[in-house]
């Protein structure tokens, strides 16, 4: 098994951007079901990738508001995540580096897409165990008020077999 050190230091290019965003209400967070493509199955925020020239930023507000229907007003950065798939092929560009948003305002009601269903949980009733397996270890300390440098590698079956979290 390689290391994340080991693993990052062999890519030949920068990981790929991709944004999450997670909204946030008294005691309540909002996750949504992927319905489809990478992630099908699992509650997440909404997010992904930016377009060419699109700022990380930008390409956060409109993912959100192609995934719930809400347009993000108050956006406060997180934590970024590097994630690392080495069993997946270097191809299918898996690898990616995630810049995580708080928003604790927006326009617009949340509302189910083709790609997303979005729900609230109490924050103490968050699914971990329907979600990626490294949520659990970065999300309730970004849910807390800190910012959070990770990097997460992962296996076959989505199994995550080594992470580092550096909080601030």
Known sequence: ?????????????????????????????LLAMKKRGFGVGKWNGCGGKPKDG????????????????????SMKLAAKLDFFFPDVPIEKDWNQQVWVYLVDKWA????????????WFKIEDIPFDKMWPDDKHWLPKVLSGK????KFSFGKDDKMIEFSLNEK
């Open 1 to 29: 098994m390689v290391s994340i050190a080991e693993y990052e230091n062999s890519l030949s290019k920068p990981l790929r951007k991709a944004t999450l965003c997670i909204l946030v209400k008294k005691g309540h967070v």
């Open 54 to 73: 699109e700022s990380v930023e930008s390409a956060a507000i409109r993912e959100t508001q192609e995934e719930i229907g809400v347009t993000p007003t």
């Open 108 to 119: 617009g009601e949340p509302s189910e897409s083709e790609e997303m269903k979005p729900d």
């Open 147 to 150: 910012y959070v440098d990770g």
